[in-house]
């Protein structure tokens, strides 16, 4: 099936193509895709990028980019422990769509091949892979621009008013909902986490959310 997965499906007759060989996404079936697709017609010819933002992407990150050379790839890392916590609360929800099955425990093989995915593509695309620091990315003063325009500067973009509204937002809501929300775990699955996470990739891969930052901003200053 991912032999189907091409450029062309980005086009804008084959994106707004609403038929069975292309999606299952209809926007007469949905109001919010309705007015999704409504949006991206209208502001699709002066789009500097067309992408997704599927989490499991990372699984198959070298061959979409083998099929995307001019791609660029944006990952968010958190902590497990957090992580691991976001899965149970899910997995607890009667009402969410998530899998009661994929619990705390279910979060550490997926987080550790996403860090080692990150530190493959890193290496070999290290132009067109920028990782970010889930932490260092939403808590902070949300009038403070620094990792936005570290990630602008990585896309080659200028970020307009809309986006910066936007981090700002992202970030008063991290401060008021989640920064300090109660977490916790239970023994076995505290114990399963020591004993199975990967911590050295994971250390790689902050290190490499740092680098990139500074780099980035040193960049715009001498370009400044």
């Known amino acids: 099936m991912f032999d189907l997965f091409v450029p062309e499906l980005f086009e804008r007759e084959n994106l707004l193509d609403f038929s069975s060989d292309y999606t299952n996404c209809v926007p007469s079936h949905s109001e919010r895709f309705a007015n999704f697709y409504q949006e991206l017609s209208e502001k699709y010819d002066t789009l500097a990028y067309i992408g997704d933002k599927i989490p499991n992407n990372h699984m198959h990150i070298e061959a979409i980019h083998n099929k995307f050379p001019n791609s660029k790839t ?5 902590d497990i422990t957090e992580t691991a916590c976001s899965w149970q609360a899910r997995a607890d929800r009667i009402s969410d769509g998530w899998s009661a099955s ?14 080692a995915a990150i530190l493959n593509m890193k290496e070999m695309h290290p132009n067109d ?10 808590d902070g003063d949300p009038e403070d621009m620094q990792q936005l325009d570290a990630l602008s500067s990585f896309l080659q973009l200028d970020a307009d008013q809309g986006l910066i509204d936007a981090f700002s937002k992202a970030r008063d809501i991290y401060t008021k909902r989640i920064k ?13 986490i020591a004993e199975n996470a990967d911590y050295g990739n994971y250390e790689k891969v902050l290190a490499l959310t740092e680098r990139a930052a500074t780099e980035q901003v040193s960049m715009m200053r001498r370009a400044a």
């Open 129 to 138: 892979c920028y990782v970010v620091d889930y932490h260092s990315f939403f």
């Open 74 to 78: 944006v990952f968010i890392v958190r």
């Open 102 to 115: 994929k619990t705390a425990e279910c979060s550490v093989t997926p987080w550790n091949k996403c860090n």
């Open 180 to 192: 300090n929300k109660e977490r916790s775990l239970s023994a076995d699955a505290s114990r399963y």
